[in-house]
């Protein structure tokens, strides 16, 4: 099921997003389950504690503590929720991609809009999830999506997943459960006992190091160069990255 949240001090805004949400999941028969907040500091309060949404109605303009200072709290532990920026100007539209929001929606809202909205995101949100593993970390349970995993170590036992953005998760498990989940996929090796790593992002390679698109350094055991260089290129040709 679907969580979403509605955060807007205009309790008319509110109840026009839960009626049109009602009548959303009425007419496509889709499970979403939605909660109200007044106040963003209560919706910050909430999900500091633990609780998750996958999609966010966020208004920016609000006494106190504003949607675009909301959303950079939020972005601090939550990089996957989907959030929607509720506003009556342009204004702040610049703002709004520097935290990753997924759409700048003006007000008011319209069920076309709202419909096309919904159906856009939770279209995106399933193929997401076909391509993303849930592991249990210190934060408690997170959905990964591969395209944003550039690597994996193993430190005294913790996985520490390495994602594109910066964002570090430390996990639970052992990187031969992690490297079963991952090489399915195809775009992931082991160069090391210690490590998985992203074919997508190797920037560089060398007969000792691969280097990270962020610049990471991992070593590569003896004898291991020509199988690792092999996998890069196959990989490389099948997404059309090189051309001779």
Do not use: W
């Amino acid at each position: 099921m679907i969580k979403a949240a509605f955060c807007d001090d205009d309790d008319t805004v509110l109840k026009e997003l839960q009626s049109l949400l009602e009548e959303y999941r009425r007419e496509r028969d889709y499970r979403i389950d939605a909660k109200v907040y007044h106040s963003p500091l209560d919706l910050l309060n909430e999900m500091e504690k633990g609780t998750r949404f996958d999609i966010l109605f966020l208004d920016i303009l609000m006494p106190g503590v504003d949607g675009i200072q909301t959303a950079s709290e939020i972005r601090k532990f939550d990089n996957n929720i989907k959030i929607i920026f509720l506003t009556s100007s342009v204004e702040f539209a610049v703002q709004s991609y520097e935290v990753k929001a997924y759409y700048y929606q003006l007000k008011p809202i319209e069920k076309g809009s709202f419909y096309h909205l919904l159906d856009s995101m939770l279209e995106q949100m399933e193929k997401e999830h076909g391509s993303s593993i849930v592991l249990r970390c210190k934060t408690g349970i997170a959905r990964i999506a591969l395209k944003q995993l550039e690597y994996c170590e193993v430190i005294h036992r913790t996985l520490l997943i390495h994602l594109t953005d910066g964002t570090l998760y430390e996990c639970s498990g052992s990187m031969d459960k992690l490297g079963r989940q991952l090489m399915p996929y195809g775009t992931f090796i082991r160069p090391h006992r210690s490590y998985l790593v992203n074919l997508e992002y190797i920037k560089n390679l060398s007969y000792r190091t691969i280097t990270m698109s962020s610049l990471v350094e991992i070593p590569i055991p003896r004898g291991k160069y020509n199988e690792i260089k092999s996998a890069f290129l196959k990989n490389a040709f099948e997404d059309g990255q090189v051309t001779l």
